[in-house]
């Protein structure tokens, strides 16, 4: 009697081929897996923001990070402003930084590392690729201030109460020319390219990215913060 062909089941096949596949790429990607420690040379990836998380809490490990770095980042004096204001994981930009910040203010540990990240990763690749020269220096409106989100008297506290967040304002090149989130938003050359690019950017190290695109507030900023790390954010 001629043999009876054995049948392929063919989901017990696609199932063994997801399972190679998926293999392959935790292999490729080992060092982005969630349960990896955060370093600052591996690409951004969709754990950055939970890996950023687990350093808010630890702020020798986040500084020990910094270092380990090169990031020109030096530990800043607690400030004590109340119980709703203040913070305890401070770093100030040193002034042997490759890329100064005006003025240097102290900011929260995980924000600095938000900032590294972007500065690394996202800011100069796009400023040579398209102005054609570096970033020497980032503007901001500040970090820390003991205040309520749009200095209101009411309502919930915002991120610069505790240091957690930054405006930046505007960006100096090698070259000498000045990139200003106010003058330079608009239009559809390369220094509003740019711009958005760096704002989209920025999403990827912060929980919220606020531009002239969210509200007439900021008009003239980029507010970057660290308040919901790991979690959905605000990207606009």
Known sequence: MPRRRQRISIPLVMTA???????FWVARN????????????E??????RMK??????????????????GAGFDAAPDIDGGPSCGYSDGVLPLRSRS????????????????????????????????LGSPVIAIETLGTYNCRRIGS??????SQHASANAIDVSAFRLADGRRISVLSDWAGDGP?????????????GSFSTVLSPDYN???RDQFHFDQASLGGWGLCR
């Not at 081929?17 to 293999?23: D, K």
């Not at 080992?30 to 040379?41: E, G, K, N, T, V």
């Open 43 to 48: 690409p951004v990836g969709p754990f950055t």
């Open 30 to 41: 080992w060092r982005a897996m969630p349960w990896q420690p955060l370093s600052l040379a």
């Open 99 to 130: 890329i100064g910040y005006r003025p240097a203010t102290p900011m929260s540990c995980v924000t600095a590392l938000g900032l590294v990240l972007w500065e690394r990763q996202v800011m100069q690749r796009e400023a040579r690729l398209l």
């Open 17 to 23: 081929i997801l399972l190679v596949a998926g293999t």
């Open 216 to 218: 007439a507030a900021h």
């Open 191 to 203: 220094e509003a390219t740019f711009l958005r690019r760096v704002r989209n950017g920025a999403c």
């Open 52 to 69: 950023i998380a687990r350093l808010r809490d630890d702020a020798p490990a986040c500084r020990r990070l910094l270092g380990e770095a």
């Open 152 to 157: 209101g008297s009411t309502g919930s506290l």
